[in-house]
């Protein structure tokens, strides 16, 4: 007599949604054993998809059956026992072994000497109902987000309305949510006190938790809360109601941005300039240390030197003082400096040369353009030609590779001609900006202004040699103390630094 297991499986996914339940299965399964004498030694019940393989309830009874405990499987249909290629091989290769020696559904019984490509044909149609319905699921879902109705579970401080599937304002927690983005907006508050106080206002996990401070970050940045929301990784204008106003989103996002940045040193903090200079001798890094004397009459003294790290072997760089490091990197950066007037007449070459590029753009862009518009009208007339039976298919694959060739090039060119004659303007307008604060960061006491304005002047190009930096400016710069030496031609300086520093060579 052959021993049997009941298998019983209802998914809570939408797969299952006209499967009988657990208990009508059970019901109808005990009935078809009492009736037909089978032996079941055990059942299973599991309540899991079955569209990917992993269920521990199903592969815990065929490990079972495969140590001989049961030679039969009784349950509801095939599909209850795989919607996926891998368990129903296993069960097919089972069944086929004579491992498995019957499976009665409530409709059939399926045998090892069976037509193996009915089973096949059955599994098959249960994994492609799967398939066919997660498709069809991630349309639908698709389509809803393009409408502007958010598919998914609703964020905090809303809720999913099951009568109408639409997302609706929390009124018990609304406002609470408002507040929160408030309170950090203020930039007083941490992640740690929005989180307390939503949870004074009855706002917490659904371990009865604190809301954990990545939690409290993916709210505070959800653009949900505005309006929108981003689905299948991209972002759509909602038809639910705004609960923050964008200015005060905005505001809360730049207070997150500026505490994820690290923590700039303070203005008497010695670490600024370490990293800025290399020894002139070894190549090593300078760094610094602080040294302290103590006088007898009471007095407390306390020096910064910076000296080589000698990391690569003995180095006869000797030590420099910081306020004499200081002193120097001072004088340097005075030079550099672009006056103020220098700053305005730049600023107005930099115009007329967008206008005078605007119109050179234009002309050009207008031709190309044309040439565009000619090639695709040629693409839509091959494609009839073709369609016609005028032409042949070797002939069309020819000339549309041709054609569309040709249109990428266009289409290159139409993005070179802006970005050649006016990309560079913008950068000059950065330059003469920054350049025109040079004097004003000279004579700051802020060492980490004055190292962030060294490493644009001069890049990597500092170095310390018997305690003198030695330095070589970049491009830019080195165009602009060039012109400097000309003080006197300050219109054929001023040009010299923009074509030096900035305009595209005609070659």
Known sequence: MLNYFLYARKSTDVEDKQVRSIDDQLAVLRSIARDEGLSVVSEFVEKQSAK?????????????????????????????????????????????????????TSDRSYYPSDNVILMGFEFGMANQYIRDLSQNTKRALLEKAKRGEYPGPAPVGYLNDPRTKTVVIDRRKAKAMRAAFELYAENRSTLTDVSAFLAKNGIIADTGSLLRKDRITYILSNPFYTGLFRYAGEIYEGKHQPLVPKKLWDKVQEVLESRSRPRESGKNDPAPLCGLLRCAECGCSITAEEKTKRQKNGNVHHYTYYHCTKKRGPCSEPSIRGEELEGQLTSILKEYALPKEWALELSKMADRDEEEALQSVAAS???????????????????????????????????????????????????????????????????????????????????????????????????????????????????????????????????????????????
């Open 365 to 507: 862009s207008q031709a190309v353009k044309a040439e565009l518009m000619a090639v695709s009208q040629k693409l839509k007339r091959l494609r009839s030609l073709y369609i016609d039976e005028d032409i042949s298919q070797e002939e069309y694959l020819a000339d549309k590779e041709e054609l569309l060739s040709r249109k990428k090039t266009l289409e290159g060119k139409l993005a070179d001609l802006k970005g050649g004659r006016i990309g560079w303007l913008e950068p000059l307008r950065g330059w003469i900006k920054d350049a025109s604060n040079v004097d004003e960061i000279a004579v700051s006491p802020s060492l980490q202004d004055k190292k962030s304005s060294a490493q644009k002047i001069f890049g990597s190009n500092l170095s310390l040699k018997n305690r003198r930096i030695e330095f070589n400016p970049i491009k830019p710069y080195a165009a602009l103390r060039a012109a400097r030496e000309k003080i006197g031609q300050i219109d054929e300086s001023l040009i010299f630094v923009r074509r030096e520093g900035f305009e595209p060579s005609k070659a």
């Open 52 to 104: 990917t393989p992993g269920r521990p309830m199903f592969n815990g009874m065929l490990d079972r059956i495969e140590k001989g405990e049961a030679q039969g499987i009784l349950c509801w249909k095939l599909d209850r026992l795989a919607r996926n290629p891998i368990d129903a091989a296993r069960v097919q290769w089972l069944l086929q072994q004579g491992v498995i020696t019957h499976i009665r």
